[in-house]
């Protein structure tokens, strides 16, 4: 077996099952929802975990988190993308996420080969994205997964706080399709029960996914971990600002397509497949040298009102008496 493949696969078992345990999301089951996943993967309750709240009054500045090379992201690769259903989420991973495939710069000091992507998303009444900035939750969340390089193995990665590489893409719904979509879409109604898979009907590049060009050099950086069980503290995190558009019919087709694993007979609509934002402890999240980051929310006509009355206690305060 190749070694992307055999990557790939202990990367479908680690990332997707909790070392033993049954895991699940709370419109599944709450009882083996994320609030329990400690219970079930000690790691889930590290002080290091992800997903987070940003909060972009509280963010500091780093000029070193320039822009990416994204490598090979705009090459569609010989082999047809292959789509499945994994119980959890929709995700494509295996021989066509190949080597030439990666991420350097943007503050990374290594270079991180791609693994999957996969998608996260809520209900048709609620947002489901993994992130929030400022408090605010968006319809979906797309993650691509990237390996250190220098690291030979999934399991030897996620051993180290730099062995993974997430990129976290948030949504929001436009009045038009996105057509760099259709084709992810198209092929959700292949793979509606877990263990389903689709070979999708045309390759693309990785770039057709992602907001413009323009928009990449503003996001926010931390250090976190795997947001599934068994939410191992390896991972560097990149969140975007710029949402990407889709359409409310394509968002519904996640919602209203696929199915979780379950253990009963009566299949479960995947919805609200998210994990909650974890406490931020004793980290720091940056923000890229074009990031947006949120000042005082004190009105600018109102200081010159602050400068006077400052001015008029000093006067009463330290004037003769």
């Not at 979906?140 to 390996?147: A, F, T």
């Not at 323009?214 to 068994?230: I, V």
Request: with cysteine; net charge neutral; aromatic share 10%.
């Amino acid at each position: 077996m190749p070694r992307l493949a055999l990557t790939c696969f202990a990367l479908q078992l680690v990332l997707r099952v909790a070392t033993g345990a049954v895991w699940c999301y709370d419109s599944q089951d709450p009882k083996c929802g994320p609030s329990m996943w400690k219970d079930l993967a000690q790691g889930c309750g590290g002080d290091n975990q992800s997903p987070i709240n940003i909060d972009r009054h509280k963010v500091q500045r780093d000029s070193n988190l320039g822009d990416f090379h994204f490598e090979g992201y705009d090459q569609a690769p010989p082999a047809m993308w292959k789509l499945s259903n994994d119980g959890h989420t929709v995700i494509k991973r295996g021989e066509s996420m190949s080597e030439h495939i990666n991420i350097t710069r943007g503050g990374l000091l290594e270079k991180y080969r791609a693994l999957q992507f996969h998608f996260h998303w809520g209900n048709l009444k609620g947002n489901g994205s993994e992130h929030t900035i400022d408090g605010h939750q968006f319809p979906m969340e797309l993650h691509l997964v990237h390996m250190n390089t220098k690291y030979k193995t999934f399991r030897e990665a996620k051993g180290h706080p730099n062995g993974l590489a997430v990129l976290g893409f948030l949504f929001k719904v436009s009045h038009a399709d996105n057509s760099n979509y259709n084709t992810i879409v198209a092929g959700l109604k292949n793979i509606s029960h877990p263990g389903d898979f689709v070979d999708l009907a045309s390759t693309f590049c990785l770039n057709n996914l992602l907001p413009s060009v323009a928009h990449l050099s503003k996001y926010y950086r931390y250090q976190g971990s795997l947001t599934t069980p068994d939410c191992a503290e390896a991972v560097v995190w990149t969140v975007f600002e710029e949402p990407i558009a889709i359409s409310q019919s394509q968002l519904n087709a996640f919602v209203n397509t696929l199915h979780f694993r379950t253990n009963g007979t009566s299949p479960v609509k995947m919805t609200d497949n998210f994990r909650p934002p974890q406490p931020l402890k004793n980290r720091k999240v940056y923000a890229s040298k074009d990031a947006t980051i949120s000042h005082s929310t004190m009105p600018s006509a109102s200081l010159p009102l602050l400068s006077l009355l400052l001015a008029l206690l000093v006067v009463y305060f330290l004037g003769p008496s």
